[in-house]
């Protein structure tokens, strides 16, 4: 069985900076394609970074040079670092895994889901 669980969400001033830790259990993050999505109200849920088995990493245009994905394969967590943060980076942000990379932007391709950690700018 797999289990992704997120934490670290919260409130930030614009500018400020926040670390959201995904927690996996089950299987191995070190041998998955981990990603993080974000979604708002009424609006799809949108690709942020993914890292792979590799360690490359990828971004979507909206946070690159801003945000950056990382994992530490020892404790089996995938952090998403978040700097300069801003008010349209407000979104409910969720951890995802899958066997490869291909698709990876794609939510549907994912096989675990975590539930979900708020992230507010103001």
């Not at 900076?17 to 998955?32: D, E, K, P």
């Not at 949108?46 to 792979?52: F, H």
């Not at 998403?80 to 899958?98: F, G, I, N, R, S």
Request: glycine share 14%.
């Amino acid at each position: 069985d797999v289990q992704l669980v997120e934490s670290g969400g919260g409130l930030v001033q614009a500018g400020g900076s926040l670390r959201l830790s995904c927690q996996a259990s089950g299987y191995m993050v070190g041998t998955y394609f981990m990603a993080w999505f974000r979604q708002v109200p009424g609006q799809a849920r949108e690709a942020v970074a993914g890292v792979n088995s590799g360690g490359s990493t990828f971004y979507s245009a909206s946070v690159e040079g801003r945000f950056t994905i990382s994992k530490d394969n020892a404790k089996n967590i995938v952090y998403l670092q978040m700097d300069a943060l801003q008010p349209e980076d407000t979104a409910m942000y969720y951890c995802a895994a899958k066997a490869g990379v291909i698709g990876w932007s794609s939510p549907g391709t994912y096989n675990a889901w975590g539930q979900g950690t708020q992230v507010t700018v103001s």
